[in-house]
Protein backbone atom coordinates (compact mmCIF):
# COMPACT_ATOMS: atom_id res chain seq x y z
CA UNK A 1 0.00 0.00 0.00
CA UNK A 2 1.10 3.81 -0.72
CA UNK A 3 1.48 5.96 1.58
CA UNK A 4 -0.82 9.04 1.71
CA UNK A 5 1.91 12.25 0.15
CA UNK A 6 3.17 14.64 3.29
CA UNK A 7 1.29 17.73 3.81
CA UNK A 8 2.22 21.06 2.05
CA UNK A 9 3.37 19.40 -1.46
CA UNK A 10 1.96 20.54 -5.00
CA UNK A 11 -0.01 18.35 -7.39
CA UNK A 12 2.77 17.86 -9.36
CA UNK A 13 5.84 16.65 -6.66
CA UNK A 14 2.94 14.62 -5.14
CA UNK A 15 2.32 12.90 -8.79
CA UNK A 16 6.18 12.82 -9.09
CA UNK A 17 6.51 10.70 -5.79
CA UNK A 18 3.72 8.22 -6.17
CA UNK A 19 5.24 7.08 -9.74
CA UNK A 20 8.43 7.16 -8.82
CA UNK A 21 8.42 6.72 -4.96
CA UNK A 22 11.36 8.61 -4.68
CA UNK A 23 10.77 12.32 -2.31
CA UNK A 24 12.25 14.69 -4.94
CA UNK A 25 12.01 14.91 -8.43
CA UNK A 26 13.53 18.20 -10.46
CA UNK A 27 11.67 19.21 -13.82
CA UNK A 28 14.02 21.15 -16.41
CA UNK A 29 13.04 23.86 -18.09
CA UNK A 30 13.39 23.52 -21.69
CA UNK A 31 12.20 26.63 -22.61
CA UNK A 32 15.06 29.18 -24.16
CA UNK A 33 14.47 32.85 -23.83
CA UNK A 34 15.11 34.61 -27.14
CA UNK A 35 18.00 37.31 -26.63
CA UNK A 36 17.85 38.32 -30.19
CA UNK A 37 14.41 39.15 -29.69
CA UNK A 38 14.78 40.99 -26.56
CA UNK A 39 17.75 43.01 -27.54
CA UNK A 40 15.71 43.92 -30.47
CA UNK A 41 12.47 45.29 -28.72
CA UNK A 42 15.36 46.95 -26.84
CA UNK A 43 16.49 48.93 -29.87
CA UNK A 44 16.02 52.35 -30.25
CA UNK A 45 14.76 51.93 -34.02
CA UNK A 46 12.93 48.63 -33.91
CA UNK A 47 10.85 50.93 -31.21
CA UNK A 48 10.90 53.65 -33.70
CA UNK A 49 9.64 51.68 -36.51
CA UNK A 50 6.67 49.96 -34.36
CA UNK A 51 5.25 53.42 -32.76
CA UNK A 52 5.32 54.71 -37.07
CA UNK A 53 3.46 51.65 -37.79
CA UNK A 54 0.71 51.59 -34.56
CA UNK A 55 0.53 55.65 -35.98
CA UNK A 56 0.34 54.69 -39.44
CA UNK A 57 -2.83 52.05 -38.45
CA UNK A 58 -4.54 54.45 -35.80
CA UNK A 59 -4.52 57.06 -39.16
CA UNK A 60 -6.14 53.97 -41.42
CA UNK A 61 -8.87 53.21 -38.80
CA UNK A 62 -9.82 50.00 -38.20
CA UNK A 63 -9.47 47.31 -40.16
CA UNK A 64 -12.85 45.17 -39.81
CA UNK A 65 -15.74 45.69 -42.18
CA UNK A 66 -14.39 46.54 -45.05
CA UNK A 67 -15.34 45.85 -48.61
CA UNK A 68 -13.49 43.12 -50.99
CA UNK A 69 -11.16 45.46 -53.07
CA UNK A 70 -12.93 44.00 -56.10
CA UNK A 71 -16.68 44.62 -54.98
CA UNK A 72 -17.89 48.08 -56.27
CA UNK A 73 -20.01 49.65 -54.30
CA UNK A 74 -23.07 51.79 -55.22
CA UNK A 75 -22.94 55.47 -55.05
CA UNK A 76 -24.57 57.21 -52.23
CA UNK A 77 -28.09 58.54 -52.49
CA UNK A 78 -27.81 62.18 -52.51
CA UNK A 79 -29.08 63.26 -49.34
CA UNK A 80 -32.87 65.56 -49.49
CA UNK A 81 -32.70 68.56 -48.13
CA UNK A 82 -34.56 69.92 -46.05
CA UNK A 83 -37.56 72.15 -46.01
CA UNK A 84 -35.69 75.47 -45.23
CA UNK A 85 -33.23 75.06 -47.91
CA UNK A 86 -35.86 73.96 -50.45
CA UNK A 87 -37.37 77.32 -49.77
CA UNK A 88 -33.96 78.82 -50.15
CA UNK A 89 -33.40 76.97 -53.73
CA UNK A 90 -37.23 78.43 -54.78
CA UNK A 91 -36.62 81.98 -53.68
CA UNK A 92 -33.16 81.96 -55.65
CA UNK A 93 -34.65 80.93 -58.19
CA UNK A 94 -37.43 82.82 -58.62
CA UNK A 95 -35.15 85.89 -57.55
CA UNK A 96 -32.85 84.83 -60.65
CA UNK A 97 -31.87 87.50 -63.31
CA UNK A 98 -34.10 87.32 -66.62
CA UNK A 99 -31.03 87.14 -68.73
CA UNK A 100 -28.64 84.87 -66.62
CA UNK A 101 -31.35 82.35 -66.83
CA UNK A 102 -32.24 82.81 -70.96
CA UNK A 103 -28.20 82.41 -70.68
CA UNK A 104 -28.55 78.91 -68.88
CA UNK A 105 -31.06 77.88 -71.51
CA UNK A 106 -29.36 78.49 -74.55
CA UNK A 107 -26.04 77.24 -72.98
CA UNK A 108 -27.75 73.92 -72.43
CA UNK A 109 -30.04 74.03 -75.54
CA UNK A 110 -26.79 74.38 -77.18
CA UNK A 111 -25.37 71.15 -75.40
CA UNK A 112 -28.26 69.00 -76.25
CA UNK A 113 -28.00 69.62 -79.70
CA UNK A 114 -24.38 69.24 -80.20
CA UNK A 115 -25.26 65.93 -78.46
CA UNK A 116 -27.77 64.93 -80.41
CA UNK A 117 -25.56 66.02 -84.07
CA UNK A 118 -22.89 63.21 -82.47
CA UNK A 119 -25.60 60.53 -82.18
CA UNK A 120 -26.69 60.94 -85.25
CA UNK A 121 -23.01 60.76 -86.50
CA UNK A 122 -22.34 57.80 -84.82
CA UNK A 123 -25.65 56.00 -85.83
CA UNK A 124 -24.96 56.75 -89.27
CA UNK A 125 -21.17 55.68 -89.17
CA UNK A 126 -22.89 52.13 -87.79
CA UNK A 127 -25.35 51.84 -90.42
CA UNK A 128 -23.30 52.12 -92.94
CA UNK A 129 -20.92 49.32 -91.71
CA UNK A 130 -24.14 47.23 -91.43
CA UNK A 131 -24.79 45.02 -94.31
CA UNK A 132 -28.01 46.41 -96.33
CA UNK A 133 -30.56 43.64 -96.51
CA UNK A 134 -33.27 43.28 -99.46
CA UNK A 135 -36.95 42.38 -99.10
CA UNK A 136 -35.62 38.63 -99.84
CA UNK A 137 -33.21 38.37 -97.60
CA UNK A 138 -33.11 37.31 -93.80
CA UNK A 139 -31.96 38.95 -90.68
CA UNK A 140 -28.93 38.44 -89.37
CA UNK A 141 -30.19 38.34 -85.88
CA UNK A 142 -30.86 34.99 -84.25
CA UNK A 143 -34.01 36.28 -82.66
CA UNK A 144 -35.66 36.60 -86.05
CA UNK A 145 -35.02 32.33 -86.99
CA UNK A 146 -37.23 30.16 -85.92
CA UNK A 147 -36.28 27.44 -82.53
CA UNK A 148 -34.61 25.18 -85.04
CA UNK A 149 -32.82 26.86 -86.97
CA UNK A 150 -31.30 28.48 -83.82
CA UNK A 151 -30.29 25.64 -82.71
CA UNK A 152 -28.73 24.53 -86.50
CA UNK A 153 -26.92 27.80 -86.43
CA UNK A 154 -25.17 27.54 -82.66
CA UNK A 155 -24.19 23.48 -83.53
CA UNK A 156 -22.70 24.96 -86.80
CA UNK A 157 -21.13 27.85 -85.21
CA UNK A 158 -19.81 25.18 -82.75
CA UNK A 159 -18.28 22.89 -85.34
CA UNK A 160 -16.94 25.50 -87.24
CA UNK A 161 -13.46 27.02 -86.11
CA UNK A 162 -12.63 30.68 -85.14
CA UNK A 163 -11.54 31.85 -88.23
CA UNK A 164 -12.51 32.04 -91.77
CA UNK A 165 -11.40 30.16 -94.49
CA UNK A 166 -8.11 30.92 -95.71
CA UNK A 167 -7.56 33.51 -92.79
CA UNK A 168 -4.34 33.52 -91.36
CA UNK A 169 -4.01 31.43 -88.28
CA UNK A 170 -6.59 28.89 -89.88
CA UNK A 171 -5.57 26.07 -89.25
CA UNK A 172 -5.04 23.64 -92.95
CA UNK A 173 -6.91 20.30 -93.09
CA UNK A 174 -5.64 17.01 -92.15
CA UNK A 175 -4.80 14.76 -95.57
CA UNK A 176 -5.55 11.20 -95.88
CA UNK A 177 -3.39 9.15 -96.59
CA UNK A 178 -4.41 7.42 -100.44
CA UNK A 179 -3.15 4.98 -102.36
CA UNK A 180 -0.29 6.48 -104.51
CA UNK A 181 -1.96 7.08 -108.17
CA UNK A 182 -0.93 5.13 -111.20
CA UNK A 183 1.72 6.38 -113.49
CA UNK A 184 0.02 7.42 -116.73
CA UNK A 185 2.45 7.12 -119.83
CA UNK A 186 2.18 10.18 -122.33
CA UNK A 187 2.92 7.63 -125.07
CA UNK A 188 1.07 5.02 -126.41
CA UNK A 189 2.03 1.37 -124.88
CA UNK A 190 3.18 -0.17 -128.27
CA UNK A 191 5.57 2.23 -129.04
CA UNK A 192 7.92 0.46 -126.59
CA UNK A 193 7.37 -3.23 -126.73
CA UNK A 194 8.00 -5.13 -123.97
CA UNK A 195 11.31 -7.32 -124.55
CA UNK A 196 10.36 -10.89 -125.71
CA UNK A 197 12.11 -13.76 -123.37
CA UNK A 198 14.81 -15.77 -126.06
CA UNK A 199 14.85 -19.77 -125.96
Known amino acids: MHSPPPRGLSAKQAMAMSSNGSETHSEVDYTISDVGSLNARGSRLVQLFERRRAAAERALGPAMDLPPPRARLPYPRPPTPPGAETDAWRGAASRMERPAVL ?89 SPAPMATD
Request: proline share 7%; aromatic share 2%.
Open 103 to 191: RLLNAMQDRLEREETRRKKVEARAEARRPVLRPGDKSWSLASLSLHEQALARAAAKNLGVWPKGAAGCRAPEREHALPKRRVLDRPMSA
